[in-house]
């Protein structure tokens, strides 16, 4: 039977077993690095992002168990990525029209069409809508770990989900989409 997450945590932080540190990573870099992907919108700021996430956690961090450790980490993730757009927003420059008609090697990832089609649909609605979107529907996070990750209630996690679910309808309706 496959460990937990908080199980695996523990461990290691009990007994400093790096094999169970390695074992959360391998669960959750991919999702967490897209999740990050999305706020910060640079692969390699998200990669040393969730880098810095697990490191964070690594280093003993309070992990008090009122959510599950996936919701906590992304949690961590998400305050770092906010943390790192505040440090940078005075060197952000604007991309020119040229950088947004060429697939950026972060779609590469997403190897279907219609998934990348999804994906940039997804990334031009508002950020609220765009996180509670992953986190519901590609992370399968109830709405109480959303909520938390966000720091939103229940009834805000679902206005956000409603509100994202149709912008997002819009924007793919936009693209050439027929949606029923």
Same mark, same amino acid.
């Given at each position: 039977m496959r460990e937990t997450d908080e199980q695996l945590y523990s461990?290691?932080?009990a007994e400093g077993n790096s094999a169970d540190l390695a074992e959360l990573l391998e669960r959750h870099r991919?999702?967490?690095?897209?999740?990050?992907?999305?706020?910060?919108?640079?692969?390699e700021d998200a990669e040393d992002l969730m880098l810095?996430?697990?490191?964070?956690?690594?280093?003993?961090?309070?992990?008090?168990?009122?959510?599950?450790f996936k919701t906590w980490?992304?949690?961590?993730?998400k305050n770092l990525a906010y943390m790192h757009l505040r440090k940078r927003r005075p060197f952000l420059q604007h991309r020119d029209a040229a950088d947004e008609a060429s697939p950026s090697p972060e779609l590469s990832i997403l190897k279907e069409e219609r %998934?990348?089609? $999804?994906?940039?649909?997804?990334?031009? @609605?508002h950020e609220d809508y765009r996180q509670i979107l992953i986190l519901l529907y590609f992370e399968d996070m109830s709405c109480e770990e959303a909520g938390r990750v966000m720091g939103k209630n229940r009834r805000q996690v679902y206005h956000l989900a409603d509100r994202g679910k149709a912008?997002? %309808?819009?924007? $793919?309706?936009?693209?050439?989409?027929? @949606?029923t």
């Open positions: 461990r290691f932080l991919d999702s967490l690095t897209l999740f990050l992907f999305g706020i910060v919108h640079d692969m810095d996430a697990f490191a964070h956690a690594a280093s003993g961090a309070r992990f008090s168990g009122r959510s599950s980490l992304f949690s961590i993730g %998934k990348q089609q $999804l994906y940039q649909a997804i990334q031009k @609605l912008a997002l %309808k819009t924007e $793919l309706e936009r693209m050439g989409f027929e @949606l």
